[in-house]
């Protein structure tokens, strides 16, 4: 894997910051992806150091060695620069964006071998944000997974979701249509968001975890990353969580991807 970018990170485990300027390093990632549009390669430096782990760890997660592993990130990371460059790549958190192309580079490699493997084809991700076409792929690809969610949840919870969020209707309208209560339609309300917000994240790492031991704490990733799997079930999981790198990166990837979820 080789590109003719102008740059070329720090080979994978040998972090150059020798001669990094302080106040890069106070910079928020979106605050030093900003500068790499510009052409500052010292910020996309910042980015790589800061990243280069959690790419290292999902790359081992499907490579058959190290050295598969360190192409794979080395080029992800090449491709990032590359969409920086010409204006687009991440909007929002660098770290999704840079696995998200690195399982895609496992997606090619895999075709090109006719070797099967479990990641998603997120190729979708490769667009210009900035252009329409991207931002079209992107939102149907986020719709997708909001439906898949969705239909998830049982009839009565899709029920007040649709007279809440859809019609935007009142507690009192809906307790009418319902034959429940108002503070009934409210509390079943809250119950049902957050229920949707579980399932999307869910959504988003069904396929990602191979392993039949994993698979039980992957499914328990999203209450955990929402604060609802008790005070037992959340000891348990930070308990996996710190021996098992793999859940580890999805912990962080599903974190990520929480933060967006208000908005």
Known sequence: MSSATGYHPTPVGQPDRQNADPAIAELSDQELTQLVRSGDNEAFAELFNRHRAAATRLAFMHANDTYTAQDFVAEAFVRVLQALKSGGGPSSSFRSYLLRVLRNLVTEAARSTDRQVSVPDVSIYEEEYATPAGNEALKNYEHGLAREALASLSDRWRTILWYTIVHSQQPAAIAAEMGISPNSVAALSYRAKEGLRQAYLAVHLNGKSNSVHCSYYASR???YSRGRLGKCGSEEMMSHLRDC???????????ELNQLLPA
Do not use: M
């Open 221 to 223: 990733l999203a209450a």
């Open 245 to 255: 790198d793999i859940c580890a990166v999805l912990y962080q990837e599903i974190s």
